[in-house]
Every structure is written in C-alpha cells, then in structure tokens.
C-alpha cells in the first residue's frame, strides 16, 4: 500500500513498483478520473469533490475500490495508491481481504514536506492516456508522454486553493491511519524528498 500527503510520489513510485514487480496497480483517483472521461455516473459524482479537494464519499468509493481489488486474481499482487484514506475504508479493506485470504505485506508511507508538494504540484503535468505524472516547469512547451505518446494535462485539483484543501484533508482525515499501520508493524517510513530513484531504492529496501 502506497500511503502519503498529495505530491509525494505515489504514482510515480507505483509505476517503478509495476514495471520491477509486474504487480497491477490499483489507484482509486485514476479510477475516479478514467470514469469522468467516460462521463459516467460515478465520475461526475466523483468530480463535485474532487474539485474541491475533499474525499469521495467512503458509501461510494469502499464498493467500487474492493470490487476492483477482489478481482484481482488470487495468485497476483497488487499495489493499492489512494485507498484507504479513511478510518472505515481501511476497516472495511481489512474485513474483504481476510474473507479471501489475503492481506497486506507492506504500507508504504513517503513522506515530504508541504512547501514541496505545493512546489510539485503547482508543475504537474498528468497524460491523459497512461496517468503517468510529469514536472513541467516551463509551460510553454508541453511535451506527450514519454510512456505512450499522449496529451499531457493539467488536473483541475492542482489548482492552489484545491491543492491546499486536499493536504488539509490528508492531515485531518488520512494521517490517522497510520497509527494503526505502524501498531500492526506494517508501516516503513520512506524519507520522499530523495531523487525519484532514490526513493525507489528506500522503496526497494523496504519490500
Ligand atoms: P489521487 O489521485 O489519489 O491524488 P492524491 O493522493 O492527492 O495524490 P496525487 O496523485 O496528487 O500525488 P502522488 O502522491 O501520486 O504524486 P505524483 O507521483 O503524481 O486523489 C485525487 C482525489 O480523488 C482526492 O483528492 C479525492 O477527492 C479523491 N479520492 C481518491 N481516492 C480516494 C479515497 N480513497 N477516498 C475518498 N476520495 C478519494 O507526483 C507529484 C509530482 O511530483 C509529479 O509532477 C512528479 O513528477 C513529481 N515527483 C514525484 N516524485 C518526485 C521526487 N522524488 N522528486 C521530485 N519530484 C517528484
């Protein structure tokens, strides 16, 4: 499980993750967004929150996510980014993967201060097709994406005031679980402010 305030990596960790271990990757904002692009119900409710940088509500993520994660053969691993980040969708994780007889090995915590997610935030570009994050700091030539060749974007919770909302949010609402991570000794603190590789390797060390 990929835990951490937004902007500290999960994503960008998560495809290292995927590409070393061949894991699937389970990210609920992705899924959130790629249902918005298809207009569906579920990603136009989603939007109303997302723009403002709170939680979807847990009645409409827990079923959709633990749909999602208890397909996921049972001889696969998978990298959960996104989920839980509350109180009640890591208790009703916990109650699905204990009927089918998994678990979860390891929560990752990356951790990085605020002034620097703000920083990275404010710089990230999203491709539409694949997800994979870009910093871009000169926004006047936006490149595709190295990865697939799409159309890098914007996200409309990158704004300032969503941006800040959003970290708020983590703190208030998210950062409670890790206590009960850290008692069940599953947590590892990763330092975020290394490289993007040297975070892999803290990652990598971790696992
Ligand atoms: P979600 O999509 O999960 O966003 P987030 O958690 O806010 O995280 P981000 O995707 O913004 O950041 P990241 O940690 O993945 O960083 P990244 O790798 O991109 O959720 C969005 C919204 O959906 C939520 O606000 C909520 O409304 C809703 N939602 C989702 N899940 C939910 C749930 N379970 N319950 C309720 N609501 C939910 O990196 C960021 C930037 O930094 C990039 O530009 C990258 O290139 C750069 N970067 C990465 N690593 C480094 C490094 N080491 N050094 C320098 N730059 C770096």
Redesign the pocket.
Known sequence: MLF?P???????QAQLLVDRYDLAHV????I?RHNLRQGTPLGLR?KE??DR????PDDV?IDI?LDKIMSIHSDEGFIL??????TR?AEELESALTARARNVDRVLHIDVPEDELVR??G??YVCRECQA???IANSATIPACDRCGGELYQRD?DRPEAVQK?IDVYREETMPLLNHYRQKGLLSDIP?Q???DG?FQSIVGAL
């Open positions: 951490g937004p902007g500290a990596g999960k994503g960008t990210s609920s904002g992705d959130f989603a929150y997302m940088g709170e939680l979807v993520v996510m980014d996104g989920f839980p980040r509350s969708q990275r935030l710089g990230r994050p870009y910093t919770d959003r975020g290394d490289t993007v975070v």
